[in-house]
């Protein structure tokens, strides 16, 4: 993690050396779960005949194992990243969890209630900006668009279906 470039940590420094460490120790010593590249393998294994493991017959007989064989000629899930997911246990979200702190220390500094101005959107092609002009355009504040922030980050992570 860099430790920035202030002489002294700051606030925001804090909080993300403070709060990444709860998930980290729940993730390594709490929630021990199977990464879903081992259940992935394991079934994968049970289907050819190479090994037996406890597995549910609703996974083992689900229409989505069998289209993914029938396309990769594999039983193993395909995901988005070649990595896979994090090598560390299941649970807790790191980078959730530092959203919030951060978001967190944004609404300590800025008037949550605070109006936003004129809001734009990105025009359809994403090239430029255009008024944002949906029924709440006046209803939009600093404290609702932070909490989306810290939203899209916890969620985010779902996208790359390694979670």
Known sequence: MQNGFEPEPDERDFATRRY?????????????????????????????????????????????VKRVFEKYGSYLLPQAFPEGSPTHPAYGAGHATVAGACVTILKAWFDESHVLPDPVVPTTDGTALEPYTDPDVGQLTVGGELNKVAANVAIGRNMGGVH
């Open 20 to 64: 990444i460490q709860t998930p980290r120790d729940l993730a390594h010593y709490v929630h021990r779960r199977l990464r879903p590249e081992e259940f992935g393998g394991r079934v994968h294994l049970q289907l050819r005949g190479q090994r037996e493991y406890t597995i549910d017959s609703g996974v083992l007989d689900s229409v989505a």
